[in-house]
């Protein structure tokens, strides 16, 4: 049971609610009995107070008692065990048995049992009273429940946009404040899903368009006849093809479009393609790399480039000496680069265009964001330490 549970907090109240009810009830209804029986025994108090004082002989009580309505029982041996005294004085008790009123007269010289035949009214509205409380109670509670039932739909629905499903319906036709939070909730996610739709074909549309200038210029730059001019244009272009690739993969992944092609590859290829998106040579004096080549990783290899390739910019751009350590332990990588603490947690620096502008460095700020999202997307660990002056970042592999 969660007690932190708006239901379970409503069904408490209405529990405890209930509970008094019917304890106020057992009371009331022991009291009203107790207040029913008063002008019964009062009247047979008299009786017996008159009997006393007259002293009358058996034959003479029981012809007085038949004038006031009174009859001599017929059957003492059941009523007498059987009834419930509610009343007893030297000289008579007054019993209870089946709804009917009893005077046992007792004197040393003779017992004897009357039927008090009097109409006593009782009076029956705590019967009526209770059990329509009561009802009125469960029905309130029934739709009081009802009521936050959307409220269990709404969450669901949450769920389901926080995992990155923006089809969800959310709209309600009623009235009160929780239909209210629904509309306003489905308002929100059609924008945010317009958005998306719209920053996608944006994007789309800018690639596409940049594809064609890229083609030509790797075309024109085939006719240049100095070979090392040649083949640095060439070099270029394919470096702007490759970075208009990455950044499609990028919009698919963050748009939770992309479908990750897992295969086994060793850390060598990828970072082999990490190294020519960087345009670096991996035996540069910047690049301090101590890897196993023959360790494989279930990844998918465009990817995983990606994510080296961005760490290993990172460390070069914000390192105080342009250099950067990169090794392998055991079911993990380090990239390792001398340089000051990160100024904020390393969480502010997966959410995207975090950066802080008065870095001569900064960018968009979304380096570490592609990081994380593309590790998450193959359930690697990503964890930042700062030991010795230097930033570590650590990508376990499992």
């Known amino acids: 049971m969660n007690l932190n549970s708006i239901t379970t907090k409503i069904s ?25 029986n008063k002008p019964i025994i009062n009247y047979h108090q ?8 007259k ?3 058996e034959d003479e009580v029981i ?11 017929r059957r003492p041996f059941i009523v007498l065990p059987e009834g419930e005294m509610i009343f007893s004085k030297r000289g008579f008790e007054t019993i209870l048995f089946e709804d009917e009123y009893y005077f046992h007269m007792v004197t040393p010289f003779f017992r004897i049992l009357f039927k008090d035949t009097h109409d006593y009214k009782k009076t029956n509205y705590l019967y009526v009273f209770f059990p329509f409380v009561l009802i009125l109670l469960i029905l309130i509670y029934i739709w009081l429940i009802k009521s936050l039932q959307p409220l269990k739909k709404l969450k669901n629905d949450i769920t389901e946009f926080s995992k990155g499903n923006l089809q969800i319906n959310c709209k309600s036709d009623k009235k009160d404040e929780i239909a209210e939070v629904s509309n306003e909730f489905d308002n929100a996610v059609k924008k945010i899903d317009l958005l998306l739709n719209s920053r996608q074909l944006f994007l789309r549309t800018i690639m596409h368009e940049l594809k064609t200038p890229i083609a030509k210029g790797r075309i024109v730059s085939e006719l240049i006849n100095e070979e090392k001019q040649k083949d640095r244009m060439i070099s270029i272009f394919e470096r ?13 992944v963050l748009s939770d479009n992309y479908v990750l092609t897992k295969h086994k590859h060793s850390l060598l290829d990828i970072f082999d393609d990490a190294f020519i998106l960087l345009m670096i040579n991996k035996d540069s004096e910047k690049i301090d790399l101590t890897i196993n080549e023959n360790t494989k990783i279930n990844a998918d290899l465009s990817l995983m480039a990606m994510v080296i390739k961005n760490l290993i910019d990172n460390a070069l751009k914000y390192s105080s000496d342009s250099k ?3 090794k392998q332990e055991e079911n993990s990588l380090l990239l390792i680069s001398k340089g000051d603490k990160l100024s904020k947690p390393i969480e502010e620096y997966f959410k995207p265009f975090h950066n802080e502008t008065n870095n001569k460095n900064h960018g968009m700020g979304l380096g570490l964001y592609i990081v994380k999202s593309v590790l998450d997307l193959h359930g690697f660990i990503f964890e930042y330490f700062y030991e010795n002056s230097n930033n570590t970042f650590k990508i376990i592999y499992k």
Do not use: H
């Open 12 to 36: 408490l109240i209405f529990l405890i609610a209930i509970l008094m009810l019917i304890a106020l009830f057992l009371f009331y209804l022991d009291y009203d009995k107790k207040e029913e």
């Open 46 to 53: 008299e009786i017996s107070k008159y009997l006393k004082e």
């Open 55 to 57: 002293r009358l002989p």
């Open 63 to 73: 012809e007085y008692l038949e004038t006031l309505s009174f009859e001599v029982s």
């Open 240 to 252: 702007l093809d490759f970075l208009i690739n990455d950044f499609s993969k990028v919009e698919q």
């Open 324 to 326: 950067i350590i990169i």
